[in-house]
């Protein structure tokens, strides 16, 4: 089975700095997709950046990047130009491709805390 | 279009006493995910629907926890005779073309489960 694990459970960062949150993750198999996902006080899960483990560019998605070391099982988020707005809980999730296995296994979550 | 809804939003609840969540998902999303979030932790997986294939249970904690998807649209989550531990967010998510596993997850905004 696949685990994920963020090892930090608290991060703060001063508005419009950058900030890097950990991810790594357990798997056997070759070809996956990991998420970033977003929870704000309202619950709602928000995607944040997929990357499928076949491409070896990272993703972006404007102030949002990843860092993919596959070799590493390493899948880190940096958010640049930190706003105030994305405070929040995020979630690094691993998907594996078989059948078995179409769920997203979510890490603990960081809370990230935004200081103006 | 209307996103993933859940209700009720929040259920106060008597150990020993049965509830029933229900998800309705995005229209024409064939795969159906419930989560459960305990206080400041990541998501446990519960139950997966996928089209008519027979659901992955695998992650329902014990026969006390069930589900449903009827017509391939709405899902119900029962708990019977419930007890403290349960208590909890339970999250629902669909997404589009089951096997196209980069498609994200969309969350409706949970439902909060206390038993007293």
């Known amino acids: 089975a696949q685990t994920v694990t963020q090892s930090q459970p608290e991060m703060s960062v001063q508005e419009a700095e950058t900030v890097t949150l950990s991810c790594t993750y357990d798997t056997s198999e070759s070809d996956y997709y990991l998420f970033w996902y977003k929870q704000p006080p309202s619950r709602q899960m928000i995607l944040v950046i997929r990357?499928?483990?076949?491409?070896?560019q990272n993703a972006t998605e404007n102030r949002f990047s990843v860092n993919f070391q596959k070799a590493a099982k390493s899948f880190s988020l940096k958010i640049s130009d930190s706003q105030l707005g994305d405070a929040a809980m995020y979630f690094c999730a691993y998907r594996s491709v078989s059948y078995a296995g179409n769920m997203l296994t979510f890490g603990g979550g960081t809370r990230l805390m935004v200081k103006p | 279009g209307a996103g993933v809804s859940q209700s009720p939003s929040n259920k106060v609840t008597e150990k020993g006493k049965d509830v029933e969540l229900r998800c309705d998902p995005i229209s024409g999303h064939t795969a159906l995910y419930w989560y459960r979030q305990s206080l400041g932790q990541g998501l446990e997986f519960l139950i997966y629907f996928q089209g008519n294939s027979a659901p992955d249970k695998s992650g329902l904690p014990s026969d006390r926890f069930s589900a449903e998807r009827t017509g391939g649209s709405v899902s119900t989550l029962t708990i019977q005779r419930t007890q403290q531990e349960d208590s909890a967010v339970y999250l629902c998510a669909s997404s589009s073309q089951g096997r196209d596993l980069s498609s994200p997850l969309h969350f409706g905004n949970g439902t909060r489960l206390t038993v007293t």
């Open positions: 990357q499928e483990a076949y491409k070896q």
